[in-house]
């Protein structure tokens, strides 16, 4: 069971980034997906989820320029950024929910987002 | 600002018994959603230490435990070892913001 991200890098404010999160071992469409993110030297912020039925939420800081998604025959997860600001700096995380008891158990190894 | 309030730093010396709390409000611990609380290591990923209050996944040792009363949570660590230095962050579903939050983590310090 493994969760493997792509897509970070340096990327100027206002610019776009697509971030990626292979799964392999389970099925992403089966359980909750979360992108969580840790700025430099702070604390773990969750930003997003998407259930196994299909709906998201977002953390306010993120609302209308980020947007969640998953590709099933791919089995992969994706987190589209707008609209970047500096403040949008950090390593972001994908990581599995179990809807049956919560907590996120499997962590990818994170991709870091520099917005410069 | 961090929805759930942990202390900044908590410290203990080998073999000796520390607690993290973990306070929230009646949107979220009170409200009854479960607490998952996670260890991170310098540079390394979080990782699943205690989920839905008092379990433990497989693999981690028996000294950490966990519990819940009200609108508060802790995790506690007894026979302290050098390798528990760490970051560790509780997590909860907060009903008002409709979405997963963390607390505000509290490193661990093996004296």
């Known amino acids: 069971v493994q969760l493997v991200e792509s897509g970070g890098g340096l990327i100027q404010p206002g610019g776009s980034l697509r971030l990626s999160c292979a799964a392999s071992g389970f099925i992403v469409s089966s359980d909750y997906m979360n992108w969580v993110r840790q700025a430099p030297g702070r604390g773990l912020e969750w930003i997003s989820i998407i259930y196994s039925g299909g709906s998201t939420k977002y953390a306010d800081s993120v609302k209308g320029r980020f947007t969640i998604s998953r590709d099933n025959a791919k089995n992969t997860l994706h987190l589209q950024m707008n609209s970047l600001r500096a403040e949008d700096t950090a390593v972001y995380y994908c990581a599995r929910e179990s809807p049956d008891s919560g907590g996120m158990d499997v962590w990818g190894q994170g991709t870091t987002v520099t917005v410069s | 600002q961090s929805v759930l309030t942990q202390p900044p730093s908590v410290s203990g010396a080998p073999g000796l018994r520390v607690t993290i709390s973990c306070t929230g409000s009646r949107s979220n611990i009170g409200a009854g959603y479960g607490v998952h609380w996670y260890q991170q290591l310098p540079g390394t990923a979080p990782k699943l230490l205690i989920y839905?209050?008092?379990n433990r996944p497989s693999g981690v040792p028996d000294r950490f435990s966990g519990s819940k009363s009200g609108t508060s949570a802790s995790l506690a660590i007894t026979g302290l070892q050098a390798e528990d230095e760490a970051d560790y962050y509780c997590?909860?579903?907060?009903?008002?913001?409709?979405?997963?939050?963390f607390g505000s983590g509290s490193k661990v310090t093996v004296l």
């Open positions: 839905d209050n008092t």
């Open positions: 997590q909860s579903y907060d009903s008002s913001l409709s979405g997963n939050v």
